[in-house]
C-alpha cells in the first residue's frame, strides 16, 4: 500500500468501526453544492415548500461534494439509496465526511426520484449525468470509484457498464441482485437464496415505500393514488430513523394520526400500506403479479452481464431491509466477467454500526478491515484486485 493508503485506511479504521461515537464526525470537511439541472427540489425540502415532483418531471439535480483541506487520495461518486432527504440524511452525510476526512473528494448526488421514495429508470440516466461531469473534472487517465448504498446498486452498476473508461470500480452495500424477492422481503422477511428460504426479521419501517412503489398495481382507483401517496411519504418522514419504532404495536399511534388525510375508500388499505393491519404480503403479491415486468428495468443483471470493472460486494448479515442472500447473488453475477470479493459483516445493519460483543469484534476484525482497504483504495482499486 502506498503512503496515501495507509493514511487513509487508519483514518477510516478509526471512525467506521463500532468503537467510534455514532454521531460524531469528523471536523474540517467542507461541502460544497453544485446544480446541474434546474428544476423543483425533489424530496422533504421541496415538499414543505409545496412543490411536488412525480417521475419524468422537471426537477433539479443537485451534487454535493465532500472534501478535506489536504490533498486528494482519489475520488468516490456514491450512488444513494431510497431516502427524502438524500445526502443531507445524517448517517449518509457522515460516512460521506469519513471518506473525505480520509483523503477522497466524495461526490453524491440527490437523485430525484429515489429522494421522493420512487424506484424509477430515470435514477440511471441521472446518475450517468453526475459521472460524465464528474469525468470532465478528473485529470486525464483517472477514475473515480462507484460505491452504492442499498437500492444504489442498480443504477450504480449500470453506469459502471456504460462508462467502462471512467469507473475505476463498483463497490455496494446493502444492495440487491433481484429486485422482486427485495420487495417480497419487505413484507414477509423471506431470504429467497437458490439453496433455500430462510426467515429473517425484517424493517416493517419501510412498507409505506414499497406501498408508495407497487401504488399503479395496488387497484386502488387513480383518484387516489396522490392522497395515499402523499400519506405513506408523511408516514415515512415521521417514522424513518427511529429504531424504536420497529417494536411491535409502535406504529399504530402514527398512521391513525394520518389516517384522516386519505379518503374513507382508501384508509384500510392506507393502514394495511403502514403495516398496522394484516394482509400487505398477500396485496404485495398481486400488485407483483398485475406488473409483470413493469419494473424489470430495476435489475441490475443486464449491466452485471455488461460490465468490465472490478466489483466489491459488501453486506451486514443483520440487514433488516435488504436480505445478506441478494449480496451472494450480486457476488456470483459478477464473478463471472470481473474480478469480485463478497463481503459479509456482522459489524453492520442497514442503518448503521452496531455494538458486538469482544468475542464477536474480534470475529469481524478481518473484514472490516477488508472493507477499509478497499476504502483505503478509492480510485485504485483495480490494482488492489489485481
Same mark, same amino acid.
Given at each position: ?24 464526525? $469528523? ?14 427540489? $425533489?424530496?422533504?425540502? !421541496?415538499?414543505? #415548500? ?8 422537471? =426537477?433539479?439535480?443537485?451534487? &454535493? ?8 487520495? !482519489?475520488?468516490?461518486?456514491? +450512488?444513494? !439509496?431510497? &431516502? ?11 460516512? *460521506?465526511?469519513?471518506? /473525505?476526512? #480520509? ?11 429515489? /429522494? ?24 486525464? @487517465?483517472?477514475?473515480? =470509484? ?28 446493502? !444492495?440487491? #441482485? ?15 437464496? $437458490? ?52 417494536? $411491535? ?15 374513507? %375508500? %382508501? ?13 400487505? +404480503? ?15 428495468? +430495476? ?9 468490465? *470493472?472490478?466489483?466489491?460486494?459488501? &453486506? ?10 441478494? /449480496?451472494?447473488?450480486? &457476488?456470483?453475477?459478477?464473478? %463471472? ?7 459479509? =459483516? ?5 442503518? @448503521? ?11 469481524? %476484525? ?21
Amino acid at each position: 500500500m502506498q503512503a496515501d493508503q495507509i493514511r487513509a485506511l487508519g483514518r477510516l479504521l478509526e471512525w467506521l468501526g463500532p468503537w467510534a461515537p455514532a454521531r460524531a464526525m $469528523p471536523r474540517g470537511i467542507r461541502r460544497e453544492r453544485r446544480v446541474l439541472r434546474e428544476g423543483d427540489v $425533489p424530496g422533504r425540502r !421541496g415538499r414543505k #415548500a409545496g412543490q411536488r415532483c412525480p417521475p419524468g418531471a422537471a =426537477t433539479r439535480l443537485e451534487v &454535493h461534494e465532500f472534501r478535506s483541506a489536504g490533498p486528494v487520495a !482519489g475520488t468516490f461518486l456514491v +450512488a444513494p !439509496g431510497l &431516502h427524502f432527504d438524500g445526502p443531507d440524511d445524517p448517517r449518509f452525510e457522515r460516512f *460521506c465526511r469519513v471518506l /473525505a476526512h #480520509a483523503g477522497f473528494r466524495v461526490v453524491v448526488p440527490t437523485l430525484p426520484t429515489y /429522494a421522493e421514495l420512487v424506484v424509477h429508470e430515470s435514477a440511471v440516466d441521472d446518475l450517468e449525468i453526475v459521472a460524465r461531469d464528474l469525468g470532465q473534472r478528473l485529470a486525464p @487517465g483517472e477514475r473515480f =470509484t462507484l460505491f452504492s448504498i442499498s437500492f444504489g446498486s442498480w443504477p450504480a452498476l449500470e453506469v459502471a457498464a456504460r462508462l467502462p473508461d471512467r469507473v475505476d470500480a463498483v463497490v455496494t452495500f446493502g !444492495g440487491y #441482485a433481484d429486485f422482486e424477492a427485495a420487495i417480497r422481503f419487505c413484507v414477509d422477511g423471506v431470504m429467497r437464496r $437458490p439453496g433455500g428460504d430462510e426467515q429473517l426479521t425484517r424493517d416493517p419501517l419501510n412498507q409505506p415505500a414499497l406501498f408508495l412503489n407497487m401504488l399503479p398495481w395496488l387497484e386502488a382507483p387513480a383518484d387516489l393514488h396522490v392522497p395515499l401517496a402523499e400519506a405513506w411519504r408523511e408516514m415515512t418522514y415521521r417514522t424513518w430513523g427511529r429504531m424504536e419504532l420497529k417494536a $411491535p404495536g409502535r406504529l399504530g399511534p402514527f398512521a391513525e394520526a394520518l389516517v384522516d388525510r386519505v379518503p374513507q %375508500a %382508501a384508509r384500510d388499505l392506507f393502514l394495511i400500506g403502514c403495516g398496522v393491519r394484516e394482509g400487505g +404480503a398477500e396485496l404485495i403479491e398481486a400488485a407483483l403479479g398485475r406488473a409483470g415486468g413493469a419494473a424489470d428495468f +430495476a435489475s441490475p443483471r443486464p449491466a452485471l452481464a455488461r460490465i468490465r *470493472c472490478p466489483v466489491v460486494v459488501c &453486506h451486514g448479515r443483520d440487514d433488516d431491509v435488504i436480505p445478506w442472500g441478494e /449480496a451472494e447473488k450480486i &457476488h456470483q453475477a459478477a464473478r %463471472a466477467r470481473v474480478p469480485s470479493r463478497l463481503l459479509l =459483516t456482522g459489524l453492520y445493519g442497514h442503518t @448503521g454500526a452496531g455494538r458486538p460483543s469482544p468475542l464477536a469484534l474480534g470475529r469481524e %476484525a478481518r473484514t472490516l478491515l477488508e472493507i477499509a482497504r478497499v476504502l483505503a483504495a478509492g480510485g485504485r482499486v483495480r490494482e488492489l484486485m489485481r
